[in-house]
């Protein structure tokens, strides 16, 4: 880890269904669900936190989730209008650091001067509520293990610390399960062991722990000691952008996959394009019931950018290589970049975003009411807004 520096990782608080409640406040206090419909056999992308209540969860099928409550408004969700606020988060966050390192369209860890961690992750929260009315949560301490526990614990809509001298009263009392590296497989043979939280993990004797966690006992063992070496990607040194999604409960429909594969596409388009970056090469990452995890890649000749793109060579990796149903992860990354002479094109990114959903909108359009009504758009926006969350 950069030395001198305090870490933060930013997190926004249910992001897609807080971006809702925000633009439609009838929606305030209720349970939102975004994601693919109930039909469909959709996912969950986001709850709002009133959902949680109920037990629903992110990435657990949309069928599931309105029978534990029925009374959820499902929103099918709108990409281009969650990638116009993210990047006024992240102008947000550049007034305070160039040092970022975005994880997803809603997270981004962020390295800032030693001591001013505090200040800063407080500063930014205060931004976020009062410039664009989001909750956010922020996690700081000097590694992006501890920033993102820290996170974790300030969850909903808070700041909140993890410093070294703090871990035995905020870390060791959590589950193992809270650590990176540490998923249901590995969760089981450490409490086979004994071990069920992060104080017995850190107390047990290193060598012993690798037949329980394979080659990632060192790294698990230094981080249940809040030791994490991992450096920060910063956007303008990144190599790949990547995102990937756990599924809740295993997934076995193609179409189902498709749409996640839709929404990763997106995610990892629209932070190309912030880097000003085109790539040559597409990732698959998929994870089958057995755990067997495979990636994928395919080489394009020409560098591509588009979320279209990103998507078409996402599915056809799937398509080979999906083997037989359930899958349990699936993941899109982007790398072999090039400096993206295409975005020259646009003059800027907020430009090409707002092209991107005019475009968007225009298909919504054309598919609802056919392709003349496009002319009276202006007129059905409030129209079409009512209906998106009726039945989309
Ligand atoms: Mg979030």
């Known amino acids: 880890m950069k030395k001198n520096c305090d870490i933060l990782l930013c997190d926004l608080d249910a992001f897609f269904a807080s971006v809702e409640q925000l633009d439609n406040p009838d929606l305030k206090g209720k349970p939102v669900l975004v994601g693919g419909s109930p039909e469909g056999r959709g996912v969950v992308s986001t709850c709002s936190y009133e959902a949680r209540k109920y037990g629903i969860r992110s990435a657990m099928p949309m069928k599931k989730a309105i029978s534990l409550c029925p009374e959820a408004v499902i929103i099918r969700g709108r990409m ?10 992240r102008n947000i966050f550049e007034r305070y650091t160039p040092d970022i390192e975005f994880v997803s369209i809603d997270e981004a860890y962020l390295a800032v001067k030693e001591g001013q961690g505090f200040e800063t992750g407080t500063a930014i929260h205060d931004a976020v509520r009062n410039e664009l009315h989001l909750p956010i949560s922020v996690g700081v301490s000097v590694n992006k293990l501890l920033a993102k526990i820290a996170c974790e614990l300030a969850k909903p809509n808070n700041v909140d610390t993890l410093w070294p001298a703090e871990i035995e009263e905020k870390l060791w009392p959590l589950l193992v399960r809270a650590l990176p590296g540490v998923g249901p497989v590995a969760e089981k043979s450490l409490n086979s062991l004994g071990v069920k939280t992060i104080e017995e993990l850190a107390a047990y004797p290193a060598h012993a722990l690798k037949y329980a966690l394979g080659s990632s006992a060192e790294a698990v063992h230094n981080y249940a000691h809040g030791i994490d070496n991992r450096e920060l990607e910063l956007e303008h040194q990144a190599k790949s952008i990547s995102e990937e999604t ?8 193609h179409e189902t996959m498709k749409s996640v594969l839709m929404e990763l596409s997106s995610g990892v388009g629209y932070r190309l394009r912030s880097s000003g970056f085109t790539a040559k090469t597409i990732t698959l990452k998929l994870r089958y019931r057995d755990f067997r995890t495979i990636t994928r890649s395919l080489t394009i000749q020409e560098a591509i950018y588009s979320d279209r793109d990103i ?16 899958w349990r992860l699936v ?37 609802k009411y056919g392709s003349d009504m496009i002319i009276q758009g202006r007129r059905l926006k409030k129209k079409k807004k009512k209906e998106v969350i009726d039945h989309d």
């Open 80 to 89: 281009s209008r969650y990638k116009e606020i993210s990047l006024q988060v």
């Open 246 to 253: 756990t599924f809740a409960e295993d997934i076995f429909e």
């Open 311 to 326: 998507y078409q060579a996402a599915v056809s990796l799937f398509e080979k290589n999906c083997g037989s149903p359930p």
């Open 331 to 367: 993941g899109v990354q982007a790398s072999g970049f090039e400096q993206g002479s295409q975005m020259s094109l646009f003059s800027s990114l907020a430009e090409h975003e707002k092209e991107t959903r005019l475009t968007e909108t225009r298909d919504k359009l054309r598919e």
